[in-house]
């Protein structure tokens, strides 16, 4: 079952239905049946995988809350670090098993994963209190908006929703049909659109070189934003609608001026709990603590103490890579990525002896930003065909062609038209326009909500486009989302 589909939709529908008539104390059930359908839907080893991994997680918490109120020790950690081992092999052997056997990866699995470790690591760290209910617990890993998109939602920052029983007012509600909504028009207008000439691109790519490489960096870009930034639209209107809110997993991301300042707006959520769980526990451990110790002896203390945020970083980033795929081209990604953000934060003091030097380069804000936009756009897109072509090599390869093949400039005039056609290339570009406007203005959809005229129309336009200028229908999987694979 994916979110764009009768089939979800129906399943919220009915939800909505039975949650607003259910009794408050037993509304979480209604949610828990609804994910447990969800899942059953993703085939029957996918359904036992996410119910045993829920009942070795909720058991070693409360083993944990035990010890712990027994005194601690060294048994309880040595189970804690047992049962992250034990999900964490599991995880890694079934990716990599289904790069051999399709269907063996279990449905969600890298997002729910996520959401059950930081659960056992604030348990142990005594920031949440474990659930007794094991089928409250259950929802919380498997509430079904989230499984396929995220956002990576921490224990402490749903359980209150989740279980509360709150009935969503009506502008909640109308303001997460237009969320939802939205989130469809990304998906079906503009990431399905671009999906089968992108592909082409990159399938062909011995014959679509030079300036189709441009035309492939620049319009991927588009179509993962709003495929996946769409995804999160869908969830998080669905989630507002049943009366719980999620947080938000995107801002702006292509205003951004800095590499860092990038993936702090995208993928927020992800963002956040490597940085909670994996860079913060790194770099202020013992062991780094030594090797800062030993850096700065051998080093000197400024640049020795940079050691750990070095190691702490290319860490975080290589098991971010890691958890979009066990494949050369992702590691590639994480650890290009990690490094340029590190070069990012070396060269800032030197920006700034420049502006020091040139004032009046500052009263030139508009035109460095503008610029800074650009090289973070193009630096970001350039990285990104690392999933496109799915080879380092080839990527690489790739890369350079513009440079050389100066004759592509003109002949992707001639070819365009045959990749896409220019009635659809014209309605995805006005479609952008549109996303980037509305996040330019910062248009928020409870304000739109608030008047019954405006919101009214609102959901009527975005009921007609998708059907009008969206990619769906027979033999087109509209709901296929490029982050179900992750």
């Given at each position: 079952m994916q979110l764009?589909?009768?089939?979800?939709?129906?399943l919220l529908a009915t939800s909505l239905l039975l949650y607003n008539v259910t009794p408050r104390k037993w509304r979480w059930t209604v949610l828990l049946m609804a994910s447990l359908v969800f899942y059953l839907c993703a085939g029957v080893f996918a359904f036992i995988y996410i119910i045993v991994a829920s009942l070795s997680s909720?058991?070693?918490?409360?083993?944990?809350?035990?010890?712990?109120?027994?005194?601690?020790?060294?048994?309880?950690?040595?189970?804690?670090?047992?049962?992250?081992?034990?999900?964490?092999s599991a995880w890694v052997i079934l990716k990599l098993l289904s790069s051999h056997r399709e269907g063996i990866l279990p449905l969600g699995i890298s997002f729910y994963s996520l959401r059950i470790i930081s659960y056992l690591v604030d348990t142990k760290r005594q920031r949440v209190i474990p659930e007794r209910n094991f089928f409250k617990y259950l929802l919380f890993v498997s509430y079904f908006p989230l499984i396929l998109q995220g956002p990576v939602v921490r224990y402490a920052e749903l359980s209150d929703s989740l279980y509360a029983g709150k009935r969503a007012s009506s502008e909640e509600r109308v303001s997460g049909l237009i969320l939802l909504l939205w989130g469809v028009a990304k998906k079906v207008v503009?990431?399905?659109?671009?999906?089968?000439?992108?592909?082409?691109?990159?399938?062909?790519?011995?014959?679509?070189?030079?300036?189709?490489?441009?035309f492939l960096l620049c319009f991927y870009s588009a179509e993962i934003y709003c495929d996946f930034s769409g995804g999160i639209d869908i969830v998080r209107g669905a989630s507002f609608m049943l009366g719980i809110a999620l947080p938000r997993n995107f801002d702006r991301p292509f205003s951004s001026t800095s590499l860092r300042e990038f993936w702090n707006r995208w993928h927020i959520s992800l963002g956040e709990w490597f940085e909670h769980y994996v860079f913060y526990p790194l770099s202020l451990s013992r062991p780094m603590q030594k090797i800062s110790k030993r850096a700065r002896k051998m080093l000197g203390g400024k640049r020795g103490r940079k050691i750990p945020l070095y190691i702490a970083t290319m860490t975080t980033w290589l098991l971010t890579?890691?958890?979009h795929g066990f494949a050369a081209n992702y590691i590639a990604w994480g650890l290009i990525n990690g490094g340029l953000v590190l070069l990012s934060l070396e060269l800032s003091p030197l920006c700034e002896k420049i502006y020091t030097r040139h004032p009046n380069l500052k009263e030139r804000k508009l035109l460095i930003n503008l610029f800074g936009k650009l090289r973070v756009f193009?630096?970001?897109?350039?990285?990104?065909?690392?999933?496109?072509?799915g080879s380092v090599t080839l990527t690489f390869k790739m890369l350079v062609t513009p440079f050389y093949d100066l004759a592509s400039y003109t002949r992707i005039f001639a070819e365009l038209p045959s990749l896409i056609p220019v009635p659809e290339l014209c309605a995805v570009m006005l479609a952008l326009f549109a996303v980037l406007l509305v996040g330019k203005n910062k248009v928020k959809a409870w304000e739109i909500?608030?008047?019954?005229?405006?919101?009214?129309?609102?959901?009527l336009v975005l009921a007609i486009v998708p059907i009008l200028f969206g990619k769906y229908g027979m033999g087109f999987d509209a709901g296929e989302f490029i982050y179900s694979r992750f």
């Open positions: 764009v589909s009768l089939e979800f939709f129906t909720y058991a070693l918490a409360l083993k944990l809350q035990k010890h712990q109120k027994e005194g601690g020790g060294f048994a309880p950690r040595l189970v804690f670090y047992i049962g992250i081992l034990a999900l964490l503009v990431a399905n659109t671009l999906a089968a000439p992108l592909a082409t691109v990159a399938d062909e790519s011995g014959r679509y070189s030079g300036a189709f490489v441009l890579g890691l958890w193009f630096i970001i897109g350039a990285v990104r065909l690392l999933d496109v072509y909500a608030k008047s019954p005229t405006l919101a009214a129309a609102t959901v």
